[in-house]
């Protein structure tokens, strides 16, 4: 079972989840966020983690953003990932001209198990029986080369008419446990906190799960007691499950 936990703006924050046991941190690089950070915040934060032993999977979350854009920010930032969390076009995800491609995956909004089986067509990330996608060995910047980097293939969130995620509102448990079983490498967000979050691993069988708001003591501003539990908690109900 991985663990992402999103909407980081600050150092402290991170390595609390990196000393937790994070597989994935998110920065969300979307300025109507109440978690967006800026660029060279950023920069600095991932700059220590990397200088750290253990360096989880880092993610940027995008909403709209162009490919080049994207491609320049993680390239600049130094991240794994980039998080589409908008209306961007299967090409960003599927095609080899994408400047994203092989370091991207989509998340859904879905209304229905029709339209999210649909989309899923479109935009999951290909992968090889039940293993996840795997990233093409890439240079971050000035780090040595980084191979076999677990992806999502694609993330299943909360349906909101105006927010991109982050709403604190619990999504279709049943739609999405139907996806798992469809899509390898799914990952599940959307209200999950650290009291729910067995349940939800328990119902789904996700391949990851996703937390931001569901673990913060304010906006952008994590609780590192509720970090610790909500990773603890979602890793032992998948254990005790398998």
């Given at each position: ?124 990330v290909p992968v090889s029986g039940n293993q996840y996608s ?13 191979s076999s980097l677990q992806s999502p293939s694609l993330l ?51 391949f990851a799960v996703d937390v931001a708001s569901g673990v ?27």
């Amino acid at each position: 079972m991985k663990v992402k936990i999103c909407g980081l703006t600050n150092l402290a924050d991170a390595q609390t989840a990196v000393a937790a046991g994070a597989d994935y941190l998110g920065f969300i690089f979307y300025p109507p966020s109440k978690r967006s950070i800026d660029i060279n915040t950023a920069r600095a934060i991932v700059q220590t983690l990397r200088a750290a032993p253990q360096c989880p999977v880092l993610v940027g979350v995008f909403v709209n953003e162009t490919g080049p854009r994207m491609a320049e920010i993680l390239d600049d930032v130094g991240l794994d990932l980039a998080q589409l969390s908008g209306e961007e076009v299967p090409f960003l995800v599927g095609d080899e001209r994408s400047p994203i491609y092989g370091r991207c995956y989509k998340a859904l909004r879905p209304t229905s198990l029709a339209e999210a089986e649909a989309e899923a067509e479109w935009y999951a990330v290909p992968v090889s029986g039940n293993q996840y996608s795997v990233i093409s060995e890439s240079v971050i910047g000035n780090q040595s080369p980084i191979s076999s980097l677990q992806s999502p293939s694609l993330l299943i969130d909360t349906y909101h008419p105006t927010l991109r995620g982050g709403t604190g509102e619990t999504g279709d448990w049943e739609m999405s446990a139907q996806l798992a079983q469809k899509i390898p490498g799914m990952m599940l967000a959307g209200g999950l906190t650290a009291d729910n979050v067995a349940e939800a691993v328990r119902l789904v069988r996700p391949f990851a799960v996703d937390v931001a708001s569901g673990v913060e003591a304010s906006p952008g501003k994590k609780d590192p007691n509720l970090v610790r539990a909500f990773i603890h908690n979602a890793k032992d109900a998948f254990t005790n499950e398998s």
